[in-house]
């Protein structure tokens, strides 16, 4: 069984500040891990993946998560926090193949100008 | 390319009726995936088809809720009859085959009054 927690319900930093969403994962098989965005009202948006390769991954928007396996983590972050980047974010977990993602149950983050 | 499509975006029905909606997924993506999102939680999947067939519907409520996938491609989810927690944003997403992410479309948003 795979499953996912999400630190923190609500996140709010400041314009310009670091953003640190956390993302710890439960899973009997090596895990694919996902980071999607939900704005308001519009359907979940892939941030970024890691399927095994580099355990640091790059994603859109300036955003970077890393996968640690002796922590079972794999924390979203972004050096600079823009009024833009406020939306709900979903950390999820998938074994290989065509599995079905298991969702954390998300973060909002407000970014205060 | 064009995205996962949905209709409607919006529904709204009474209790004890019953609902129907449609989802279009990417061209040429193999696997289609239903997902219900209750309001402050992470989407939960009801069903996965791969093509036509069905490989996971073990948290569908199959005693009000029905999916199909016909010809592998168009699928539709149906609720009969309705209950007040049926409110919900109901995601589609699809993917090819092999270990890609999940493509969301807009999501139809349920009213149950």
């Known amino acids: 069984a795979q499953s996912v927690t999400q630190l923190g319900s609500h996140v709010s930093v400041s314009e310009g500040a670091l953003v640190l969403l956390r993302c710890n994962y439960s899973s009997s098989v090596p895990p694919y891990l996902f980071w999607y965005v939900q704005y308001p009202n519009q359907g979940l948006q892939l941030l970024l993946k890691y399927t095994s390769a580099a355990t640091l991954v790059k994603g859109i928007n300036g955003f970077e998560a890393e996968f640690k396996k002796s922590e079972t983590s794999f924390h979203l972050t972004k050096p600079s926090a823009h009024m833009s980047d406020a939306a709900e974010y979903f950390c999820a977990v998938s074994g290989t193949g065509n599995t079905p993602l298991v969702f954390g149950k998300g973060t909002r983050l407000s970014v205060i100008a | 390319e064009a995205g996962v499509a949905q209709s409607p975006r919006y529904k709204i029905i009474e209790k004890r009726q019953s609902v129907a909606f449609w989802c279009n997924p990417i061209?040429?993506?193999?696997?289609l995936y239903w997902y219900q999102q209750i309001l402050g939680q992470g989407p939960k999947l009801l069903i996965q088809f791969q093509n036509n067939g069905v490989v996971d519907d073990s948290q569908l409520p199959k005693d009000r809720f029905s999916a199909e996938r016909l010809k592998g491609v168009d699928s539709t989810l149906k609720i009969q009859p309705a209950k007040l927690e049926d409110s919900a944003v109901y995601l589609c997403?699809?993917?090819?085959?092999?270990?890609?992410?999940?493509?969301f479309g807009p999501g139809t948003r349920l009213t149950v009054t």
């Open positions: 061209s040429g993506h193999a696997t």
């Open positions: 997403a699809s993917s090819p085959l092999g270990p890609y992410e999940q493509y």
